[in-house]
């Protein structure tokens, strides 16, 4: 009985899945118009990240604002069709879709100085796997693990009764 309870335990706590991540837009220095030196600054932030379809990204700032703008939007800083705008200072904006995303500022000053974002949103189940991935590293490993404990499970629950 104490093996089948720890076995349970086991697949509870491995089946919570892969949860959305919120990132913090900038680190600790938030969305705000970068210093001469620090034009690529929120590119350069994005590169360290992984950004899955469920991930969200927080934006804090004061007066100024966070635009979602096409591609078009951003290489030329024009915020005059924006997609969204949100300016209330504390923006999350959740990643629904694959593909690349495009953030600026309103202000088109800050944006030409470097106040502008592009994050690439991927699957959360991706069917390529890089050279560089381990074998039971991804997300997508992760669940094939879950499957094989609940089969696990299954058939260890299945000896106890016969």
Same mark, same amino acid.
């Given at each position: 009985? $104490?093996?089948?309870?720890?076995?349970?335990?086991?697949?509870?706590?491995?089946?919570?899945? *892969?949860?959305?991540?919120?990132?913090?837009?900038?680190?600790?220095?938030? !969305? $705000?118009?970068?210093?001469?030196?620090? *034009?690529? @600054?929120?590119?350069?932030?994005?590169? *360290?990240?992984?950004?899955?379809?469920?991930?969200? +990204? $927080?934006?804090?700032?004061?007066?100024?604002?966070?635009?979602?703008?096409?591609? !078009?939007?951003?290489?030329?800083?024009?915020?005059?069709?924006?997609?969204?705008?949100?300016?209330? /200072?504390?923006?999350?904006?959740? +990643?629904?879709?694959?593909? +690349?995303?495009?953030?600026?500022?309103?202000?088109?000053?800050?944006?030409?100085? /470097?106040?502008?974002?592009?994050?690439?949103?991927?699957?959360?189940?991706?069917?390529?796997?890089?050279?560089?991935?381990?074998?039971?590293? /991804?997300?997508?490993?992760?669940?094939?693990?879950?499957? +094989?404990?609940?089969?696990?499970?299954?058939?260890?629950?299945?000896?106890?009764? @016969?």
């Amino acid at each position: 009985m $104490r093996f089948c309870f720890a076995t349970l335990l086991l697949v509870v706590v491995t089946s919570s899945g *892969t949860a959305a991540e919120e990132f913090k837009v900038g680190g600790d220095e938030g !969305w $705000r118009q970068p210093a001469a030196n620090e *034009t690529e @600054m929120y590119n350069q932030w994005a590169a *360290t990240k992984k950004f899955h379809v469920g991930d969200s +990204l $927080r934006f804090e700032y004061k007066n100024d604002t966070v635009q979602v703008v096409d591609k !078009w939007g951003y290489y030329h800083c024009n915020s005059s069709h924006p997609i969204s705008v949100f300016h209330d /200072g504390n923006t999350v904006i959740k +990643l629904q879709q694959p593909g +690349l995303v495009y953030f600026v500022s309103a202000d088109p000053d800050h944006c030409k100085n /470097g106040q502008k974002l592009t994050v690439e949103v991927t699957p959360l189940h991706q069917n390529s796997q890089s050279p560089s991935d381990a074998p039971f590293s /991804g997300a997508g490993s992760f669940l094939v693990v879950q499957q +094989l404990v609940f089969v696990y499970v299954v058939v260890s629950a299945s000896s106890f009764n @016969m």
